[in-house]
């Protein structure tokens, strides 16, 4: 979560330095609010992930409490209180795409060769690569989503009288298919941001040189 907090600050530091026209102000002002929402909301990514390895506790947890499997039905207990957390935190990275599209529409009105120290190239290529991270990362929590509905399907399914072994294993299955897609997409979004922080720290260096 470091890296997304140093990208998030350079991405702020970097319009900073751009001059103080109001086209720049704008996009200072975008960026700012961009940072302040999503600072909190990126570390829920370590939520979800945290979350993921109690999972098998949590469901242990929930059994213990009640043999008879109602509390499954009433979607109570340890393993809904970690799919509810799931939720929220997918629900607050949906929100950070909001924020994205104001500061990219910010970004746009500073495309120009009047920029001080970069060119109308080196904008449209950091906003290329935010358009990116922005495409991977939506896949993600979509897909996440997903996944969260099955899971919560499943669950909830437990305590009813006709399950039975076979379809616990049918859907068990499907949720550990979703399971592995997302961890691919987790990659992707890691590869993603790597390319972000290269364009970012290429544009930095430029207007710094330019100061």
Do not use: W
């Not at 829920?44 to 993921?52: A, H, N, R, T």
């Not at 809904?80 to 970004?107: V, Y």
């Not at 009105?109 to 109308?120: C, F, Y």
Request: a negative charge; one cysteine or more.
């Amino acid at each position: 979560m470091l890296r997304y907090r140093y990208i998030l600050f350079i991405l702020v530091s970097l319009f900073l330095l751009t001059g103080c026209s109001n086209r720049e102000q704008q996009a200072i002002r975008a960026l700012n609010e961009f940072e302040a929402e999503s600072h909190d909301s990126i570390s829920e990514l370590d939520v979800i992930k945290k979350s993921e390895v109690n999972l098998q506790d949590d469901f242990e947890a929930t059994i213990g409490e009640d043999e008879s499997l109602e509390t499954f039905s009433d979607e109570q207990g340890p393993i809904f209180d970690n799919l509810n957390k799931r939720q929220e935190s997918i629900e607050i990275l949906i929100q950070l795409n909001k924020s994205l599209d104001k500061a990219r529409e910010r970004l746009a009105a500073i495309e120009s060769s009047q920029t001080k120290g970069v060119t109308k190239e080196d904008i449209t290529s950091l906003m290329s690569s935010l358009d990116s991270f922005k495409k991977v990362k939506g896949k993600f929590t979509k897909d996440y989503q997903l996944m969260l509905d099955a899971e919560r399907k499943f669950y909830s399914s437990l305590g009813d009288e006709d399950m039975d072994y076979k379809k616990f294993q049918a859907g068990l299955s499907d949720i550990n298919k979703l399971a592995d897609q997302n961890m691919k997409e987790v990659d992707a979004l890691s590869t993603q941001l790597d390319g972000l922080s290269t364009v970012i720290r290429s544009v930095h260096d430029k207007l710094v040189v330019a100061e």
